[in-house]
T-cell receptor
């Protein structure tokens, strides 16, 4: 079974530029999550989708971050414009159902904002 | 607001030792607790999932226990190996949603 796929793996941009990350969850997984992991910290949830609807985006900085999940499968996370403090690893995860089931994580995208 | 703490932040042990990693959480109303492993530059690998009705889970040399009333979980690793070197993260999920709240992790190094 293929795992969660993410691209790109690494990205370096200057502050105020824009960037987009892509995630393809495990086939059949209805729930998709984007987490931000700053160096030395645990991951923090940015947004959770159930199929193509948003379940939780309470910690998403909506003035600069946006995410969408078209057709309930792939998802993109965008940052515009980027700030220095956005430097982090962005992890995508998926699970079969919304409660009580393991989350499976992709390899992440390491973003460096200079 | 749920807060998850992991102690110690870093640990170095010689190969073959048994060791315990600790995780504590402030809100005992959790649905499940999950232990992950993270290798440098990699994503998270799920090690063990403990549902709220369970007290422990075992997989190979790993054993995780959960005590909801005291807000604690431990991950026991038996006969440690250099390949166990990684950062170990615990995460809890609230009763009615699957959002995970993570600790900051324990960085483990197993030396030859």
């Amino acid at each position: 079974e293929a795992g969660v796929a993410q691209s790109p793996r690494y990205k370096i941009i200057e502050k105020r530029q824009s960037v987009a990350f892509w995630c393809n969850p495990i086939s059949g997984h209805a729930t998709l999550y984007w987490y931000q992991q700053i160096l030395g910290q645990g991951p923090k949830l940015l947004i959770q989708f159930q199929n193509n609807g948003v379940v939780d985006d309470s910690q998403l900085p909506k003035d600069r971050f946006s995410a969408e999940r078209l057709k309930g499968v792939d998802s993109t996370l965008k940052i515009q414009p980027a700030k220095l403090e956005d430097s982090a690893v962005y992890l995508c995860a998926s699970s079969l159902v919304a409660t009580g089931v393991e989350q499976y994580f992709g390899p992440g995208t390491r973003l460096t904002v200079t | 607001k749920q807060e998850v703490t992991q102690i110690p932040a870093a640990l170095s042990v010689p190969e073959g030792e048994n060791l315990v990693l600790n995780c504590s959480f402030t809100d005992s109303a959790i649905y499940n607790l999950q232990w992950f492993r993270q290798d440098p530059g990699k994503g998270l690998t799920s090690l063990l999932l403990i549902q709220s009705s369970q007290r422990e889970q075992t997989s190979g040399r790993l054993n995780a226990s959960l005590d909801k009333s005291s807000g604690r979980s431990t991950l026991y690793i038996a006969a440690s190996q250099p390949g166990d070197s990684a950062t170990y993260l615990c995460a809890v999920s609230p009763g009615t949603a699957s959002k995970l709240t993570f600790g900051t992790g324990t960085r483990l190094q197993v030396t030859l």
